[in-house]
């Protein structure tokens, strides 16, 4: 067994990695086999599961971590990509994170530009700029200043 420590998205995880000399198995196998071998040492079946199940559930929350992480960023660009493409559809700009909307910036019918700010959203007390990704029409802005939103959310409409 290897020890290694793992930083996520700042938090630190100390992980066991297992060499299997050149065998190839899936986590949920390994998995069960470690909960079988503790069970059979400690003797107790409730102790065992918990205690093999430990360690793969930190590993796995800690590349489930960094998953999550990188999958948002991903999710958001793909959409932004694909409706690049079509420059005569409708573009959703989403809230990247949580937030509170301090300023517009455009209004509806506003002529934008690829990275002209569209508004300022507050998240974590940190002013981040949200800017149109390709030159269009605000069609729509279905948030005022001061609202809260959520990560996803649609904060604006180009055309």
Do not use: C, H
């Not at 489930?64 to 420059?87: I, L, M, R, T, Y």
């Amino acid at each position: 067994m290897k020890r290694f420590r793992v930083t996520v998205n700042g938090t630190s995880y100390e992980v066991e990695v297992e060499e299997l000399n050149g065998q190839l198995d899936t986590a949920e196998g390994a998995g069960r086999r470690q909960e079988a071998a503790a069970a059979s040492s400690s003797g107790s079946s409730e102790s065992g599961p918990r205690g093999g199940s430990g360690g793969p559930s930190a590993a796995g929350a800690g590349a489930g971590g960094g998953g999550g992480a990188a999958a948002e960023p991903k999710a958001a660009q793909p959409a932004a990509g694909g409706a690049q493409s079509g420059s005569e559809t409708e573009l959703p700009i989403t809230a990247p994170m949580p937030g509170t909307i301090l300023k517009l910036q455009a209004a509806v019918g506003d002529s934008v530009s690829a990275g002209d700010v569209i508004m300022v959203l507050e998240a974590m007390k940190m002013e981040n700029e949200i800017t149109a990704p390709r030159a269009g029409v605000v069609k729509a802005i279905p948030v005022a200043s001061g609202a809260t939103v959520g990560a996803g959310e649609v904060l604006a409409v180009l055309s």
